[in-house]
């Protein structure tokens, strides 16, 4: 709506009539406000000179190189590159998972690079929701207690309270409210991966990560889990990040940033 506003307002030239002063500068200030909006968009992940080492041998192998990009709220985007070009290592970076050997993680506006790690714990509980290629589901527990599981590190009662009044209304609209008490060794792998989405969105996330969730799926179940994630992204506004070697699932996205030997070449949108 701001954005027809202000494009319309603005095609209008100056003039010299009192009346279309006032238009001209009316569409200016419309304008004004719409670039404003545009610069307060705000990053929900940003990433400076970020290099990432793994010890191999006696010495060490360099796996990220260089990365910096911004992802802002709302955005979609894939992760791609061939195998071992450092897609799951990047993600666990953004993930705060792991530490960047240098380089500064900014995600949601805190640099969580200077928290410590029960801190940080909180806030990934909190601000985070993963998704990873195979749903890790506990096999002993139900469906319901599988998505409460990220609830059982808060220490706020009342996180956890409003997560079971909004578990069952996940699961409907994933088409499982009726599966709540099935293992998953009962349902089928999309079903699984749906049930592992709605874990990672169990605490209300800023920021969904996902590494690879279809790649153990059928190519139907893929299709409805790609749509889901799209579905969640545009409809909530959840800022999507998807590791995938899927071209069908990366060409969903609206943005992608390619690895390549741990460097991203060619970010136009970095
Ligand atoms: N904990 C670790 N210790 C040592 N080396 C590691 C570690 N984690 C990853 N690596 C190395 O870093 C490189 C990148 O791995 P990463 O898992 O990020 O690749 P990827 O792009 O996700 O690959 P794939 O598409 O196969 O999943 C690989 O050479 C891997 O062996
Ligand atoms: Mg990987």
């Not at 290592?89 to 805190?110: A, E, W, Y």
């Amino acid at each position: 709506m701001r954005l027809r506003v202000g494009y319309s307002g603005f095609a209008g030239k100056p003039s010299s009539t009192n009346h279309q002063k006032r238009e001209y500068f009316f569409a200016s200030s419309l304008a004004l406000g719409f670039s404003e909006s545009m610069s307060s968009v705000k990053s929900v992940v940003e990433l400076s000179e970020v290099d990432k080492s793994f010890p191999r041998g006696e010495g060490s192998v360099s796996v990220l190189k260089g990365i910096s990009f911004s992802i802002n709220e709302g955005e979609s985007v894939a992760v791609v590159g061939p195998s071992g070009s450092g897609k799951s290592t990047l993600l666990n970076i953004v993930g705060t998972l792991d530490q960047p050997s240098s380089g500064t993680v900014m995600i949601d506006g805190v640099n969580v690079s200077s928290m410590d790690e029960l801190a940080l714990a909180d806030f990934r509980n909190q601000r985070l929701g993963f998704i990873f290629q195979s749903h890790h589901l506990l096999p002993q527990c139900t469906v319901l207690e599988n998505v409460l599981v990220p609830t059982l590190a808060s220490r706020d009662p009342r996180i956890r309270g409003s997560a079971i009044e909004r578990a069952p209304g996940l699961l409907k609209r994933v088409g499982l409210d009726h599966r709540m008490d099935h293992r998953p060794g009962q349902l089928s792998g999309g079903e699984c991966q749906r049930v592992a989405v709605v874990r990672a969105l169990i605490n209300n996330p800023k920021l969904l990560l996902a590494d690879e969730p279809t790649g153990a799926l059928d190519r139907q179940s893929a299709e409805a889990l790609s749509e889901l994630l799209l579905e969640l992204n545009r409809e909530d506004g959840v800022t999507l990040i998807v590791v995938t070697h899927s071209l069908d699932l990366a060409g969903k996205m609206k943005r992608t940033l390619e690895l390549q030997d741990g460097a991203l070449p060619n970010d136009r949108n970095a």
